[in-house]
């Protein structure tokens, strides 16, 4: 069997997981995790500060200083949640749904890009292998948590 490290290895670089920027919408650049993070605002409904951090397993002290970031960019919007004053519900503004929508519809074509070189039988084959190990991820008792 393939080394299954260097599968991951090679598809995190493919991917282009740890570039610096990822994407580009206007004349702004966006970090992978900001990227991340304006795409679960956009997909919740109301979203306060923990729960995009528990989304995306970033402890709370990491998170606050990207939305921070993302606050001086321009692309978030954090307002006093008006059930309890202690947190903080997160928004895009008008750029950062331009922003957000700018990189899926990037991703998007790159991922049909990718698809276009496999038939329909290999790509339903891809996603539903990565449905089944995002559900085995889901899983796991020390998924995200590397064991050392």
């Known amino acids: ?23 580009a919408g206007g004349n702004i650049d966006i970090t992978t995790v900001h990227s991340h993070i304006l795409y679960e605002i956009d997909k919740q409904h109301s979203p306060s500060m923990q729960q995009i951090a528990d989304i995306l397993a970033i402890d709370v002290t990491t998170f606050s200083r990207q939305i921070q970031t993302l606050i001086k960019m321009q692309l978030v919007a954090k307002s006093p949640s008006s059930d309890d004053k202690r947190f903080y519900i997160l928004s895009l503004t008008d750029e950062g749904h331009k922003i957000a929508l700018s990189v899926e519809s990037s991703m998007n074509a790159y991922l049909d890009e990718i698809f276009s070189h496999m038939n329909e039988f290999e790509q339903e084959t891809v996603l539903r292998s990565i449905k089944l190990l995002n559900n085995a991820m889901s899983k796991s008792s020390v998924c995200c948590t590397p064991l050392i």
């Not at 260097?6 to 610096?20: D, Y």
């Open 1 to 23: 069997m393939d080394n299954k490290r260097e599968l991951f290895q090679i598809l995190t670089r493919r991917f282009g997981i740890l570039n610096k920027n990822c994407c």
